[in-house]
């Protein structure tokens, strides 16, 4: 059996350019990590240049003494320190909430390995009832922390006593209601700031006034007679517009006419509507002849001329002859039923 922190490198059975890296990071847990193979002599000799993550390495010792030494520093300073306890997640919870309880008012916190992703520590805490967790990832340069990088473990509790929700730029706390926190952000244990969608703006405000909710008509509770009639439609000059209100026909009084629309202050008045047309004349009764035409072109016969007045009667002449009787003859005596 391998030592904790002892490497083996062999052939990678997935790529024939790379090499597979096998690090015991602690006892029972060994992870796996690609090692690329760049300028090769032949196809059976190792690469002359060796990449882990774009970083590049001459030979396989330097990878042992730059990157694999580095970690395995790291992984006994976090493992010695006071807030690290070497139980699974569920029995750290199960403890937290135990201090919790206890003491309503305190912060509790441990370190202890993450088991679902070798080469990471898990950072588990509770501010009010549920458990929460941070994954605390471990590479050569120190332990990451979302996107940040810090040298020791005393400057990562320092973050995390000034923001414990979540490092800056990196990821917020998992929940741990089932013991099992979220996996790493990524491969080399960077993360993103999640996205929070912005609500919409509000619409903007209407320049006819605010629409009236459903059922608040005229027509009592039923809320079936539509809208309501505003007394401040809200134009945009900013005046209070007059509005008329239209009776509603009744059904034992004849509906009259809406009164001719005004327009508001300080608009000019709408254009005045054409004078009624005079109703048509009396039809020509059934059967009578219709009326003479003419000819296309051609103007009407024209009129007889009325007879002239009569003349005046000059003073001493006789009176006028009764209707109807002609005028005694020249000579003539007057007869009986003339006048003398």
């Given at each position: 059996?391998?030592?904790?922190?002892?490497a083996?490198?062999?052939?990678?059975?997935?790529?024939?350019?790379?090499?597979?890296?096998?690090?015991?990071?602690?006892?029972g847990?060994?992870?796996?990590?690609?090692?690329?193979?760049?300028?090769?002599?032949?196809?059976?000799?190792?690469?002359?240049?060796?990449?882990?993550?774009?970083?590049?390495?001459?030979?396989?010792?330097?990878?042992?003494?730059?990157?694999?030494?580095?970690?395995?520093?790291?992984?006994?300073?976090?493992?010695?320190?006071?807030?690290?306890n070497?139980?699974?997640?569920?029995?750290?919870?199960?403890?937290?909430?135990?201090?919790?309880?206890r003491?309503?008012?305190?912060?509790?916190?441990?370190?202890?390995?993450?088991?679902?992703?070798?080469?990471?520590?898990?950072?588990?805490?509770?501010?009010?009832?549920?458990p929460?967790?941070?994954?605390?990832?471990?590479?050569?340069?120190?332990?990451?922390?979302?996107?940040?990088?810090?040298?020791?473990?005393?400057?990562?509790?320092?973050?995390?006593?000034?923001?414990?929700?979540?490092?800056?730029?990196?990821?917020?706390?998992?929940?741990?209601?089932?013991?099992?926190?979220?996996?790493?952000?990524?491969?080399?244990?960077?993360?993103?700031?999640?996205?929070?969608?912005?609500?919409?703006?509000?619409?903007?405000?209407?320049?006819?006034?605010?629409?009236?909710?459903?059922g608040s008509?005229?027509?009592?509770?039923?809320?079936?007679?539509?809208?309501?009639?505003?007394?401040?439609?809200?134009?945009?000059?900013?005046?209070?517009?007059?509005?008329t209100?239209?009776?509603?026909?009744s059904?034992?009084?004849?509906?009259?006419?809406?009164?001719?629309?005004?327009?508001?202050?300080?608009?000019?008045?709408?254009?005045?509507?054409?004078?009624?047309?005079?109703?048509?004349?009396?039809?020509?009764?059934?059967?009578?002849?219709?009326?003479?035409?003419?000819p296309?072109?051609?103007?009407?016969?024209?009129?007889?001329?009325?007879?002239?007045?009569?003349?005046?009667?000059?003073?001493?002449?006789?009176?006028?002859?009764?209707?109807?009787?002609?005028?005694?003859?020249?000579?003539?005596?007057?007869?009986?039923?003339?006048r003398?």
């Amino acid at each position: 059996d391998a030592l904790v922190g002892e490497a083996l490198i062999r052939p990678s059975s997935q790529n024939c350019d790379a090499l597979a890296l096998h690090w015991v990071v602690r006892k029972g847990r060994i992870k796996v990590i690609e090692v690329l193979e760049e300028e090769k002599d032949t196809s059976a000799s190792i690469g002359n240049v060796l990449k882990i993550k774009n970083e590049p390495y001459g030979s396989i010792d330097e990878i042992l003494g730059r990157y694999i030494a580095p970690m395995n520093g790291l992984i006994e300073e976090i493992s010695s320190h006071r807030k690290f306890n070497d139980k699974l997640e569920d029995e750290i919870d199960t403890e937290l909430r135990a201090l919790k309880k206890r003491v309503p008012k305190g912060i509790f916190y441990f370190f202890c390995w993450h088991e679902e992703h070798p080469g990471y520590a898990s950072l588990r805490y509770i501010l009010q009832n549920t458990p929460r967790s941070h994954p605390i990832g471990i590479n050569c340069e120190g332990f990451q922390w979302g996107k940040k990088i810090y040298g020791n473990v005393e400057k990562v509790l320092a973050e995390f006593k000034t923001n414990p929700h979540g490092s800056a730029g990196g990821r917020g706390g998992s929940r741990s209601g089932g013991g099992r926190p979220a996996p790493p952000p990524s491969r080399h244990g960077g993360g993103g700031v999640p996205s929070h969608h912005s609500p919409p703006p509000p619409k903007p405000a209407s320049q006819w006034g605010p629409r009236p909710p459903t059922g608040s008509g005229s027509g009592g509770g039923s809320g079936t007679s539509g809208w309501k009639q505003p007394t401040n439609s809200g134009w945009q000059s900013g005046t209070t517009a007059t509005s008329t209100a239209v009776p509603t026909p009744s059904k034992w009084k004849t509906p009259q006419p809406p009164p001719p629309a005004t327009a508001p202050p300080g608009r000019p008045n709408p254009r005045p509507s054409p004078p009624p047309r005079p109703p048509p004349g009396p039809s020509p009764p059934r059967g009578a002849p219709p009326p003479p035409t003419f000819p296309f072109g051609q103007p009407p016969p024209p009129m007889a001329k009325p007879p002239p007045p009569p003349a005046p009667i000059p003073p001493g002449a006789p009176p006028p002859f009764p209707y109807g009787q002609p005028p005694p003859p020249p000579g003539m005596p007057p007869q009986q039923g003339w006048r003398s």
